[in-house]
């Protein structure tokens, strides 16, 4: 989020043209090469976090992110910036792995709506520091020449800055990673992780425990994550130990469970363990919402693109011809629209943590979804017309249009998210699962940009400022009509998940029914 700020000025600066046609092209190439990249390894760490665990995938995801940052903020032309971000791209595949990771964390149903909102409030905060450090420490000779001293690098690489900062944040994070992140893939949880050793020892300084103690006190640690995220007022479900039970079920694969006999005559299925193939855990429901999913991700990148770009072009000359021909943007500057960026990034904070998870609740994720899912097409049809708007009025209707936004991201994702784990056959399959919907919505944030990038040139070219906000709109319109087939899918009640009998048909397990 950081380059959004900059990035059309620093296409600008390249001097390939000064066409602003063109450099909208160019800026949406920049932001593709990170999805195009991230689209084709997407799926393949997907699958290799499901074989190795997932903290090995999250860690080389940060450490690649951090070093193509660098490397895009010493950029000195298009191609060098464009190779930086695909390497950024081939080295991360973490949203995939994330999804998985909450997924693992989260044991009941109830919780999962607050369980999903915490990454992209997250997200939403990184937004806000991101956006705020690109348009405020971009090209500091010109911002701050009391501080940085024309000759110095940064006025060799004015865009080296914020991104050296970035790279410091990607860093820490990459320590605390190492250092207190704990694994959730249920096979891999019990494997030694000497830098989690470590971290336990560095706490075990401050809090005056003993290491050995701290390294005990790991087995326990998931439940207690997973009771944070209880209400106050809410009681923790009771559980009993049954032959699905993870540590059990591996003794007693034919064991039927033996119900008290106060609880009457009750029908058990049973599931003999074995492997799901990939290919049946792509039920329908699961290909509508990769499918839905992917088209989200188009339309709310070319929203990502398209905002910065018309708040940075400059004020049109010409005469507007209604309804549908004009031209021209609000010309603001970098400080500006970092300012508006970050705005728009705390609003989403606000109500991805306090009014997503009470919609969710009261409708659930598919009414959500739905809700705000056809907003959209509304939303790209107006935004052209804020500049049109009085001088006076023009900031307000970009804000407007901004709360717009932000609740749509913060409705739509977390919603998508939660569809897709539910209706996953098996959680064995989450991350190949997530890593198939986050190397779909990768190719879709790397064709969107240059979509819409082509569309907005070839508008401008012919007098149509909204062209491009109108195509996406048809395309949002398109994904809203999908969601008519969609079914709201109950979570699987355990980590070794019990199928019905007509699941276990398309998945070629094995049940068994006993009776008390």
Known sequence: MSIFPYIYYMIKSFEITNDD???????????SAFAFAEFSTGALWGVVSDK???????L????????????????????????????????????????STVAEVVKVEAHQARAYSIMPFV?????VIGSGLGGTLANPVKSYPSVFLPGTVFDRFPYLLPNLVCAAVVLFGLIIGILFLEETHEDKQNRRDPGLEAGKWILSKFHRTSSEELLLSDKTSYPEETLSLLDEDTQPPEYRS??????????????????????????????LRGTLAVKNAFTRQVLLNLVSFAILAYHTITLEQLMPVLL??????????LPFKFTGGLALSTEHIGYVLSVQGFLQMIIQLFLFPIVNKRIGSLKTFRLVIFCYPVLYLAIPYVTLAPENLRMACVYLALVCKVTGQAFSYPSASIMLANAAPSRKVLGTLNGVAGSGASFSRAIGPICAGMIQAAG?????????????????????????????????????????DEEAGTMGLVMESTKA
């Open 312 to 321: 940075s072009m400059p004020k049109s000359t010409q005469p507007p011809s």
């Open 21 to 31: 046609r063109q450099i909208a092209l160019y800026a949406g190439m920049v932001t």
């Open 60 to 99: 080389t995801g940060m450490a690649g992110t951090g070093l193509s940052i660098i490397l895009f903020g010493l950029a000195p032309n298009l191609t060098t910036a464009l190779l930086a971000r695909a390497l950024g791209g081939l080295l991360n595949g973490n949203i995939g792995v994330i999804q």
């Open 460 to 500: 401008l070219r012919l007098g149509y400022l909204g062209l491009a906000w109108w195509a996406s709109g048809l395309v949002a319109l398109g994904g809203a009509i999908l969601t008519i087939w969609m079914k709201e899918e109950k979570r699987l009640p355990s980590c070794d998940e019990v199928p019905t």
């Open 242 to 271: 049954t032959v699905l039970s993870p540590g059990l079920a591996s003794k007693y694969d034919l064991m039927p469970e033996v119900p008290p006999s106060s609880l009457g005559p009750i029908r058990h299925p049973v599931l």
């Open 123 to 127: 997200w939403c905060l990184g937004t």
């Open 52 to 58: 190795v665990g997932r903290k090995p995938i999250l």
